[in-house]
C-alpha cells in the first residue's frame, strides 16, 4: 500500500519560504497524481496545487498564483511544494494526497484522493 510522509513545515516569518516534501513508499509514484493540500484551524481542506504524471501542474488557489510551485522527482519518489512570499493566513496543516489517476482533476475533491499523508504544519508568524 502507498505510504505519504509529509516534512518540510515550520515557523517562518511573513515574507519567507519554505519547501514541503512529500515523500513516498511501498509503492511507485510514477503512476498517480499527486495533490498538495491544506487545512487551516476552523476551516475546510483545501486543494493547493497538483502534479500529474506527466509533470503539469494544476493550480487550486487562482488569487495565489505564482506563490505557490509544485514539482516532482520520480526517481526519489518524492513530489516538492514550493510557497514564497509567506504569508500569516498559509498558517495551516498541509497533506499530500496520491489519486490513482494520470491527470489531475479540475476542481480539488477531497472524496477523489486515494491516500494521505499525516501533514505537516506550517506557520507563518512574527
Known amino acids: 500500500q502507498l505510504q505519504l510522509a509529509e516534512s518540510g513545515g515550520g515557523l517562518v516569518q511573513p515574507g519567507g519560504s519554505l519547501r514541503l516534501s512529500c515523500v513516498a513508499s511501498?509503492?511507485?509514484?510514477?503512476?498517480?497524481?499527486i495533490t498538495w493540500t491544506r487545512q487551516a484551524p476552523g476551516k475546510e481542506r483545501e486543494g493547493v496545487s497538483c502534479?500529474?504524471?506527466?509533470?503539469?501542474?494544476?493550480d487550486y488557489t487562482d488569487s495565489e498564483k505564482g506563490r505557490f510551485t509544485i514539482s516532482r522527482d520520480n526517481a526519489k519518489n518524492t513530489v516538492y511544494l514550493q510557497i514564497n512570499s509567506l504569508k500569516p493566513e498559509d498558517t495551516a496543516v498541509y497533506y499530500c494526497?496520491?489519486?490513482?489517476?494520470?491527470?489531475?482533476?479540475?476542481?480539488?475533491?477531497?472524496?477523489?484522493?486515494?491516500?494521505w499523508g499525516q501533514g505537516t504544519q506550517v506557520t507563518v508568524s512574527s
Open positions: 502534479v500529474s504524471i506527466t509533470h503539469k501542474s494544476t
Open positions: 494526497a496520491a489519486e490513482r489517476h494520470a491527470m489531475c482533476r479540475d476542481v480539488f475533491e477531497y472524496s477523489g484522493m486515494d491516500y
Open positions: 511501498g509503492y511507485s509514484l510514477d503512476r498517480y497524481a
